[in-house]
């Protein structure tokens, strides 16, 4: 097997295959995202006839963040096997799979980091549920409410019990004039 050479190509000189299967255009912002905070780690691969077979959302998030030159590999693959290539790179990923529990300890982690975790690429609604287990927090004596009203400024869920009537009375007051919504009493 011969060794694979990384090159740079300028971003206009590169050709997409025009029968490429996957769409990418949802992606492309992420891609433009992790490229400028880690760098170009992943170099487009192009086929021996000058084809990409693999990057194409990369090359676009380059075009987007101004890039004019890239690191490219050719392989030495053309027609029907560059073909097929192109297909396993993209279709062989599907075939993992994340291992939650790590998955939500590294998350954790980097929040606690306060790192931006969009650039994981996952979205907002994906990190809240990653992140279910952290956004909570349970108050077994609410008192006047203090903790309802902490949850509510740091974007988390809170759950609580409170027996004296009173207290109750407090923490929906408080809660609502907070938030300007009515609070639903569950009997």
Known sequence: ???????????NDLIPYINNPRINDKAVDKVAASIKEFGWTNPILVS????????????????????????????PLEGAKAE????????LQEETKWDNEILEDL???????????ELTGFDKGEIDDILDDLLLVVDPFLGAGT????????????????????YCELTIQRWEEYTGKKAEKVV
Not at 1 to 11: C, H
Not at 147 to 166: P, V
């Open 107 to 117: 998350m954790k982690d980097l929040s606690m980091l306060d790192f931006d975790l």
């Open 84 to 91: 097929a290539y192109m297909i396993a790179d993209n279709r």
């Open 1 to 11: 097997m011969s060794r694979l050479k990384i090159e740079y190509m300028n971003v």
């Open 147 to 166: 903790t309802i009203i902490a949850a509510e400024k740091s974007n988390r869920k809170a759950y609580g019990i409170e027996l004296d009537e009173t």
């Open 48 to 75: 021996k006839d000058g084809y990409i077979l693999a990057g194409h959302a990369r090359l676009k998030a380059a075009k987007k963040a101004g890039l004019e030159e890239v690191p490219v590999i050719y392989l």
